[in-house]
Every structure is written in C-alpha cells, then in structure tokens.
C-alpha cells in the first residue's frame, strides 16, 4: 500500500485528536491529570488554530493572533463541521512553561518552545545546559504521547460514542450560541 495514500487515509485520528484537545482543554478548564510521572498539566489552545473540511466550500480557516479558540469564526468553523487540522498549545506544568504545534495529519510537534535553561555553575555549562534542553523536551513529548494515548483509549471505547460525541456536539452549539 502506498504510504501517502495510508497517511491521507489515516489523517482523520490525528483532526479528531486536536479537536478532542480542543474540546478537553476548554471543558475540564485546562488541567489536565495523566497520572503517573506525567501527572496533572495546564493545557491551552495559544494563539493558532487550522481548521478544514474537505467538505466546505470554504477549505480551510487559518487563526492567529488573541485568543483564538474563544473566537466567532472558531466556533463557525466547528459549526460547519470543520475538525481542527493543526494547532499551537501552551502547556504548564509546575513553574515551567512550554508552547508547540501539532500537525493532525503528520502528528508532527513543531515549532516547541521550552522553559528557559539556565547553566549550572557546578557542571560543564554547555553539557549540563544541553542535557537540561533535552530532558524538558522529553518531559514535552511525553505530555503528547500521554494525550494521545487518553485519547486513544476513550476513542476505541464505547464511551467515545455514548458520551464523549455529545458532549463535543454540545460544546460545539454552546460555542456557536455563545
């Protein structure tokens, strides 16, 4: 099988998955708990949302700038039916902050902002600033995987379509009467 065709094919996971984001930071008020080391995130849409629809005459809704996911052309956009297709989140955990973009068709995170890296003056200040770069990109890419993986879970379950669909349908109309 052709790997683009698979990818195009597959691509919808990934739209679900960001809208889901979308739909989980707006309704359980950013914070996020994934348990274990992870353990509880404040997650928010930043200042980017892509929204598509290969149905829609209108393609394709790029937002920048303010707050985006609160704004009138968003929920429009949900309204019609578009899923979002990339985003850019800001996450806290702790006192550290992190921004990045997701692509929902590549799963790709781009773009990733971490916390500020000060050197330590009791190591090698390069090795130990690298090192510490390193580990904060982890700690990013684990969040990610942690989401998806909830995500995953709640979309192979019967659950997704008893409860999590109508939440989303009412959150969406919610967005659009408000």
Partial sequence: MDIL???EEKAFWGHDFLTWLWFLTETEGGEVDLGGEIGPVALYIDDMLV???PQSQSKENILKTGDVSRSAEAAAALAVGKKVTRARFGMTKGEYQWSFTIDGATFDVTSMK???VLPDEDEDPIEGTVLV???YIRDCMEVVD????RYADLRLSGEWHQRTLPEITEWIAAKEGG
């Fill in 114 to 116: 971490i916390p500020t």
């Fill in 5 to 7: 065709k698979t990818i």
């Fill in 133 to 135: 770069r390193l580990a």
């Fill in 146 to 149: 942690g989401l998806f993986m």
């Fill in 51 to 53: 929204l598509e629809s």
